[in-house]
């Protein structure tokens, strides 16, 4: 994603503002400051992927790898995995808060600590994790903190959840390689947390692959304009 870098500026001077403005929306609940939530999803979820045409849910073919990402607003976060090669499928949903089942609406609240996110299950024979991880990287800021742009919050921070020991060493690595990148182009150092897959919770079907159903919809993403490169010694 190609932006302007004085664009670029003027959305995080917003941003930013918002952010002082909103104190109260960058903060992760304590555990018992939480909504209850509930045992079982508050909605239907969608059998099949409106693009792809793949199942939407597990059990996916065998091979399959799944790999999670948070980085803003997730209606432009999952259209930039489901037209790479080697996706089976993705989906959206909340991740690694403390509220079982949250809907839409309590998320934003900021009071069930979810980071809006996005779910890749690929084939790792066409398609390495370290590609999906390029892409995520370089397609969001990941030094805004709680934010990404001018959507404040905790539900938009930059995350990474691994599904495995292997997943996790490889995006330390790059996490660690990218903030050199990024400092030494003059960037703040990289926020973007590295933490163990919770509960996946799928969102609302509406959220499902939104910016296919609403071409012109919002999409909030913006890149820094530096490349990720990933050492070539990860596996």
Not at 99 to 120: I, M, Q, R
Not at 121 to 137: G, I, M, N, Q, S
Not at 207 to 224: D, E, F, I, R, S
């Amino acid at each position: 994603m190609t932006v302007a870098f004085g664009k670029v500026s003027e959305v995080n001077r917003l941003g930013k503002l918002m952010t002082m403005l909103n104190p109260e929306k960058t903060q992760m609940p304590a555990a018992e400051e939480a909504l209850p939530g509930r045992s079982e999803p508050a909605f239907d979820v969608a059998e099949r992927h409106a693009v792809l045409g793949t199942s939407l849910q597990p059990p996916f073919p065998d091979g399959t790898e799944v790999a999670y990402f948070a980085l803003g607003c997730f209606w432009g976060a999952e259209r930039l995995f489901w037209g790479i090669d080697g996706v089976y499928t993705t989906a959206v949903g909340y991740m690694n808060g403390t509220t079982p089942n949250p809907t839409y609406d309590e998320v934003c609240s900021g009071k069930t600590g979810h980071a809006e996110a996005v779910l890749v299950a690929f084939d790792p024979a066409k398609v390495a994790y370290t590609r999906l991880l390029e892409v995520f990287f370089e397609e969001h800021d990941p030094t805004q903190g709680m934010r990404q742009g001018n959507d404040v919050g905790t539900q938009y921070r930059s995350g990474i959840y691994f599904a495995n020991d292997a997943q996790k060493a490889t995006a330390e690595m790059a996490r660690r390689a990218y903030d050199e990148d990024l400092r030494a182009a003059g960037h703040e150092p990289v926020t973007t947390e590295v933490e163990p897959a919770g509960p996946f919770y799928y969102a609302e079907d509406y959220h499902q692959q939104y910016l296919h159903k609403v071409p012109n919809g919002y999409c909030g993403l913006a890149g820094t304009g530096v490349s990720c490169r990933i050492p070539a010694a990860a596996p």
